[in-house]
T-cell receptor
Framework: DGGITQSPKYLFRKEGQNVTLSCEQN?????MYWYRQDPGQGLRLIYY???????QKGDIAEGYSVSREKKESFPLTVTSAQKNPTAFYLC???????????????FGDGTRLSIL | GDSVTQMEGPVTLSEEAFLTINCTYT??????LFWYVQYPGEGLQLLLK?????DKGSNKGFEATYRKETTSFHLEKGSVQVSDSAVYFC??????????FGKGTRLHILP
């Protein structure tokens, strides 16, 4: 079955440490997204990529970095510059960002990051 | 800027009750509207969508109608089940593909 796989499901980080969250999709989707979910806050966009080797900052990109070297993969690195990284992180993809905004996004099951 | 406002939860209902979760939006242009559902420990799943005014999206007994005149997309279900307990997100998607989510409404259904 096609879908989006995020790993690990739970991740712990020590102060001053960078960590990388994995996101892989086999849906052949062009666009991929990273969101951060905090209680009562809804989802906030961190980064997105509409094509391989290109990505743009979302609303809360500070303290995060991404890469898009392959169509299937869009890893997110939470750097030590992110002062409040504890959250639930969701990766999503959509089929073609040029179709006028009516294609839904497909989500992975998320990674919960906690600070030790 | 564009925004989505949905009713705050939690919403607690008994099984077989009628459900309405209100959602209103502010947007320039003509966005598509979506309802997503999130079950505990999981990501979001598309529940239904509507892409233009007066469209009705429906799925699994849930319905929502795109009302341009009232800028609303309220979610309804005639008879809820315990398995409907989840968090529901209303969202708009602009022509440039950016999605704006509401803050989510937690729904508890009591047996």
């Amino acid at each position: 079955d096609g879908g989006i796989t995020q790993s690990p499901k739970y991740l712990f980080r020590k102060e001053g440490q960078n960590v990388t969250l994995s996101c892989e999709q086999n849906l052949n989707h062009d666009a991929m997204y990273w969101y951060r979910q905090d209680p009562g806050q809804g989802l906030r966009l961190i980064y997105y990529s509409q094509i391989v080797n290109d990505f743009q900052k979302g609303d809360i990109a500070e303290g995060y970095s991404v890469s898009r070297e392959k169509k299937e993969s869009f890893p997110l690195t939470v750097t030590s510059a992110q002062k409040n990284p504890t959250a639930f992180y969701l990766c999503a993809s959509s089929i073609d960002p040029g179709l006028g905004g009516n294609q839904p996004q497909h989500f992975g099951d998320g990674t919960r990051l906690s600070i030790l | 800027g564009d925004s989505v406002t949905q009713m705050e939860g939690p919403v607690t209902l008994s099984e077989e009750a009628f459900l309405t979760i209100n959602c209103t939006y502010t947007a320039t242009g003509y966005p598509s509207l979506f309802w997503y559902v999130q079950y505990p420990g999981e990501g979001l799943q598309l529940l239904l969508k509507a892409t233009k005014a007066d469209d009705k999206g429906s799925n699994k007994g849930f319905e929502a109608t795109y009302r341009k005149e009232t800028t609303s997309f309220h979610l309804e279900k005639g008879s809820v089940q315990v398995s409907d307990s989840a968090v529901y997100f209303c969202a708009l998607q602009r022509r440039d593909d950016k999605i704006i989510f509401g803050k989510g409404t937690r729904l508890h259904i009591l047996p």
